[in-house]
């Protein structure tokens, strides 16, 4: 049996990628300090409470085990935030994520999945976005992913270190069974935002600007089943494992949905009253981010299985309203 260290296990992605590669037959171990994930996400495993930033933590961890293969999910994800305090930034998702590279290195593991970002193609000069799209990030969110997918072919050509980057774009919806969720805090992404306002929890839906050049004024987005994207990462590591070279693949479902659209298909979804109000446009939005994930789909054999918005916010509302 491989082990996967499953780097921020406790998180919103991790944890679901924790519960599918335990079904697929993986023992997993999860690192985590739990600034923003939660213990009692990981549905099973070893977990070892612990940093990217700890040196002489991340020897030890990969002294104890015998470990195949490692997947990074731990890193800061708020654009705004990455704008006002770079540091944190840079000193995470770049420099820990250097120390977590040269452990792996040192111990000899050659199997890295990254998450990366749509983040780092900064505003598209043409949707949907392919691989070869110039990468030009707009804020130090997107550049600390940027900076490590440089890092990544630099340290395969010296070391041999294969890696598969993916770059999600807008990740969404929950484990389909009701087990696992998102649960960020503070929450800044619309659908849970969105179903918060239809549940009660939040009084409204503020729309991010409506004057954007799209049909009907409002940011289009491509929104990824949670669980395709974590299929994704079990594929593109049975790539590694087969000896696959290093790569990177946009990761969406190809098809762009406006905030508005959104919020209708969750008024349907949820069969609830949404207050929304129209407010402000939000800093470094662009006005539309779609995928072109062929070339996952033609080299890894990657097919969405929940391809459907309203699958997508049916799952995220059977979080919402868990009890
Ligand atoms: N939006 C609103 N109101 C809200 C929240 C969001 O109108 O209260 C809008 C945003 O302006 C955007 C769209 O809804 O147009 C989606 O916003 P999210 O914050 O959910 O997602 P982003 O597209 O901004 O962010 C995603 C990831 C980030 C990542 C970013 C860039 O969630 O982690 O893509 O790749 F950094």
Sequence with gaps: MKTILIVGGAG?????????LMRSGYHVVTLDNLATGYRDAVSGGDFVFGDTADKLGLDSLFSGYTIDGVMHFASFIQVGESVQHPSKYYQNNVAATLNLLDAMVAHHIPALIFSSSAAIFGEPAYTPIDEQHPKQPINPYGLSKWMIEQILADYDQ??????????YFNAAGADPEGQLGERHEPETHLIPLVLQAASGRRQAITVFGQDYDTPDGTCIRDYIHINDLCQAHLLALEYLFQGGNSTAYNLGNGSGFSVTEVIEVAKQVTHKPIEVVMGERRMGDPARLVADSKQIQTQLGWQPQYADLATIVAHAWQWETRT
């Design 12 to 20: 919103y992605i991790g944890s679901h990628m924790v519960k599918m």
């Design 158 to 167: 010296a070391y041999g270190l294969k890696s598969v980057c993916l770059r």
